[in-house]
Structures are given as structure tokens and as C-alpha cells.
């Protein structure tokens, strides 16, 4: 939201109350309050005129949180984002000229305006990671703004930028990876993927400074990153308060920890879900002829399918959710689903939180009171999707009991996992929620109540560590109910770099795991387009070929098509043991599998911008080919860096430019890394220990590494250390594994007990 027009003046009917002067302070429990006015000192005189109460305190360590308010008397209506504290006391000390308030190594510093100051001496708040100046706040920053053209109110808080400072973050959007420039409102919209909308909004972002920027509340709240003030960060939200948090760590994923403690973390995903899934696609016709025929034709080829997933039309057309089958093409869902699990697959369903008029559900929804209602008490109805649907109301119980009754009675006919689609399009006007709240914030927090109840469904149903949906809309905190697809680009390769941005975006606003259409939504790709864009998809945290009208099997596009796609999944499911232990780290302590460069090298000044590469967990960087030439130009950071699959080695802190076949990409390992590879390839879900092999990859004098492999609980199964010294490399189990070998410079060590490798 902008206010401003230019520096000096505001735009036509708006007026600010600024955070200038300090009248009083008081400190208890735990929150340290400053009554702030306009003016620069305080004046006893003074009658009325408006006041910011501006409120301190912390909820964990390194975390500070600040809460402006200009009438507190305002009756709270939920939702509200649930947040998690570790019983951090904020530690309030006083000098002669400032305020100093600590949550750990964060401090902020808030100045004392003198009593007769000069013109611009006014309020400053400073804030401090260790002794590094992180951001500040100073005259006509922290406002009370009311507009007369529209009848509304906000509060807004500006953040001095540095120079060099770069901005990530914000959800799940399909442009520029670094916002500054942007306006970003937090408003869900089912806009598709070619434009500044997103599916997935989180008032969450991350400055190239060291410090994380959490604005707590499910509104729309807006930011203005170098568009209203272009030295600062505006952030703002309408009604009579604001509350943010800055969160500071040493290093990004010491951020993202801090975050995702107080906003959640991603449940661990069982290990089948991160195999290949393959759809019927959107719109198109399917029976059980088709789908078998599509399972055949992996199988025919040797392609390793983890699960398949029916896409809209398992129920009759415009009866969608009725959770029902359609009887004139699958007769006996249960018994087709126990032959496809006879052969090892696991089933996935599309839903959404929507009933239409002609499902068999909706005359008891509507009854019980389980749809959205107007204020005089109609069901809210729209014939926008589905004719005349009604739309789940989470916040009543019984709704979501309702809701979860169904699911079950899917999952016992052999059903493991749902897509929740949509979620975005939720009406904000006349609307009455069960619980009462508040429709405007419900608009965004609609996906987490949705999401939470079918991932809690399946999660009650196959237990913990088993449970997994694949979900289009989110918001803070969504990020617990794994794993989030990309929503619906298109076949071509702007469409496929946009969706990297996307999902680089989403792990930055603190999602662990995410995947994508792979090939493309809308339209049909090319061959070309198909073969890299498998490459990509199978070196992301999840791997699904769908589309709209097309089906994507790969035997469609090309004879190359199938034999590109089975190398992809074969390696990736080599790779099982390293990439489930990443997903641990994304599941216990935050770390989003897949991030920008920025993320791992913060100190290169060569990697802010970049969006056309990754790192996929700890040690591995990937660069998509995104020409029809196959050339890619892509950075490495320093070291030494070892292409995964030609072994070619790139020295780093330079530029590359190559041409790949459609069986290669940059897919470069970080020196020093020590990379358990596992020894089938046919599936996902086995154990990692057995056989397993490490490949050692620059190893530097002095380091030790300790590599855990994970079991299917994401517990440790073994550990393995790694040492260099003297320049002898030994290899140390911690307990004997059958088949452990290394490879180190290009040879195969037998691995027992402790073993040096020459």
C-alpha cells in the first residue's frame, strides 16, 4: 500500500500520525512500551491528537518482536497465525540516550529524542545482530495513516536498506527472485503463473542482510520493497495495529530455523512420496483401461513409478467434491486400486474444499450448516468452477469431521494421499464464518484450516512419518503439511524458469519441499521442452508429470522421451539417502531442500541475483537447461566442484557456459562433500544402508564430516565419518554395514571398520 506522493508530501486524502517523540515507557510482563507522539519531545500541555503505542517484547531467542498500535480498544477476531515461544524474557537496560532491549545477540536500540532537539533529531529504532548493524528505522517511519477517499486506516513501519541489500521471500511468485522494486500485496488468487498473483502468500521475507522480516498477521497485509520509499522497506497492514518480528541468525539457515520454530516445520514425508507420480492430467478422459495402460507403459519401460494420481474426473463432471466414483467408469474403485498396490504404487485423488449443487453431499452440508453462509443465514453460493457450489466452512468442527468421514472412507478403499487443490478463491463480503471470524483475514488463512484437515486426516488414518498431500495454496505455517506444487505454468521455457523463481521464492518464505508440473501445465510441451524439463523435475524435492489437456507419459512426445525420463528417476532414486536426509534437516531445524545460491554463499557477491540455479540440500548445485541449443551459463562459488555425472572438474568463482545433451545438466557437487549414493534404483522408499556407496569429493586437510544416513522415520540409521589428516582420508562406520564402499579421486575403497583410503 502506498501513501506517499514524493518525499515531502502524502497522496490526496490521506494523513499520518507519526512515531516521533516518547511521552512515558513502562516495562512488565515481559513487554517493554513506549507511548510515542508526533512530536519530537514531550509537551504536558498537550491535549488529545493521536498516539502510537509502540510495544517490545520476544517470543524466542534472537527473535524480537514489535507491535505498533493506535487504539487498543479494537475487539480482536481471529484467525491469528499460532506461534510458538521457548520462554525467551526480553532484557530491557537503559543509557543516557537510548533504550536498549535484547533477545539474545539481538538487540534493539531505540534513541531517546533529546528535550529541545534540532530539526530531523527525532525517534530512531536500530537493530543489531551481534555488533552488525542490521536495519533502522528513523523520522516518519513507524505511522498511523488514515484515508479519507476509501474510509480506511493503517499502520505501516518503513526499514532503512543498505545499498547492497537484496530482499527474498514473500511466497511463492513467479518474477524476479530479489523483490526489491516490487510491490507485493498478501492477497491468495488463483492467477495462474504468468503473473504477479500467487497461490501462495507469506508475509515472510529474508534480507541479504542477515535478518528475517515476519509480519504477524493473515491479512492483506501489503510491502513496498524500494516502490514507495526507495531506501526502504515499507510494510503495512490496514486496521489499528501491526505487529512484526525480526528474526537474526549468524548464518540464513540459523533464520529460517528461528522462523520455522515460531511458525512451524514441515512434517518429514514418507520416503515413497519422493519417487515419480504420475496423473491422468486435468481435463482429459480416463478409465481403468487408460490408467493401466499408462502403469504398462512405465513398467514396458523400465521407468520406476512410485504413485498415480487421478486428476478430476475419478468423480462425474460437475459434481466435484462428492468423494464418489464415477460408476460408469470405475464399477469397483476398491478392487482396481488393490491391483495398482499390488504392484507397489501408492494412490493419490484430486480434491478441493468445494461442494457443488449437484453432489450427492450438498443438501446435507447445506443443512448441517458445514458450507459458507451469507449474513442472513443463505449458504453462499457461485457458479464460478462448479455450478451453484458451496465452499467448506473449516473453522465449525462438525464441518471438519465431516469432511475427514469422507477422506476415510477413500482411504479404505486403498486411497493414501489427496491433492488439495484451490483454496485461493475465497469470498470476503457478507460472508459468515462458524466461529466468527473475521472474513477478510480468513481469505488467506482459508488454505491452512484446509490443509491442516486433510493432512491431519491422513495423517490420523496412516500414522505418523506417512502422511503427505499435494497442495496448491498456502500461507505462514502451511509449510507444515507437505509437500506444495507450483500451481499452473505453462509449456514453454519462460513458463519453466518463472516456475524455478517460484519454488526458489517459496523455499525462502520457508517451505521445505516443493514440486511442480513437470513439461508444463497449459499446452503440451515440445519433446525438447519434455526432456529437460524431466531433468529439472527430477532434481526437485518432489517429481510429478501432469498437465491439463493432454496426458504426459513420455512415449507421447518422442522415442528419446521414456529412455531421458528413466535416467532421471533411476538417479534419483540412487540418490534416496542423501536426499532424505536433506528432507530430515527441512523437517527438524527448516532448511528448505531447494534455495537460491544466496542461501549457502551469502558473503559471494556473485550470487543474489541469481535465479536460473539452485542448490539442492547441502551439497549439490543445479543448473536447468532452459534453450532449445542445450547451452546453460552458469556461476560456481569457490572451490573445486565436480560435475555429479561426467565427473568434469569446475574450478570456482567463475562463469561457465556449455552445451548438454538431454542426459546431463549442470549438476555440480560442493567441495568438501561427502555424498551417500544408494544402491537401487528401481524405487524411492528401501534401505539406505545396504549397499550404500560414499563419494568423497574434495576433501581438505583437517576437515571432519560426519554423515548420517536416515531410516524411514528420518532416524539415524548410521553414521559415517570422514577425516583428512596428514593427507591420509579414513572412513569410520559406526557400526558395520554390509557392502560400504567410497570412491575417492576416481577409486572404489571396500569400506570396514575404519579404512584408510590411499
Known sequence: MKFRNGDWLLRRGVTATYANGIRETKHEAGVFTLFTTPYPSPDRTAVGGSMLQTEFFSPAENVLGVRLTHFRGVRKTGPEFGLSSDGTVLDVSETGDAYILRAGKLRAVVKKPPQTPARGDVWNLSFYGGEKLLTSSGARSAAYYQDAENGRNYVSQELDLAPEETVYGLGERFGPLVRNGQSVDMWQADGGAGS?????NVPFCYSSRGYGLFVNTPADASFEIQTERVERLTFSAEGESLEYYVIWGETPAEVYERYTFLTGRPALPPEWSFGLWLSTSFLTDYDEKTVTGFIDGMAARDIPLSVFHF???????????????????????KAMLARYKARGLRICVWINPYVAQMSREFDEAARKGYLLMKENGDVWQTDLWQSGMGIVDFTNPAARAWYRGKLRELMDMGVDCFKTDFGERIPVRGIRYFDG??????????????????FGAVEEYRGKGDAVVFARSGTAGGQRFPVHWGGDNAANYRSMAGTLRAGLSLGMSGYGFWSHDISGFEATATPDLYKRWCAFGLLSSHSRLHGSGSYRVPWNFDGESSDVLRFFVRQKCRLMPYLYGEAVKAHRVGTPMLRPLIFDFPEDPAVPYLDKEYMLGESLLVAPVFREDGRVRFYVPEGVWTDYISGKKYPGGRWYEEAYDYFSLPLLVKPGAVLPEGAVETRPDYDYTAGLTLRLYEIAEGTRTVTRIPDEKGETAAEITVEKKDGTVTVTPDRPLFGLKAVYDGKEFPVSGKTALI
Do not use: R
Open 196 to 200: 504477479e498473483q500467487a497461490y501462495k
Open 311 to 333: 486428476d478430476c474426473y475419478w468423480m462425474k463432471g460437475n459434481h466435484w467434491v462428492d468423494f464418489t466414483w464415477d460408476p460408469a467408469i470405475f464399477p469397483d474403485p
Open 437 to 454: 471470524s473475521d472474513p477478510v483475514k480468513m481469505h488467506n488463512y482459508y488454505t491452512y484450516l484446509y490443509n491442516e484437515c486433510v
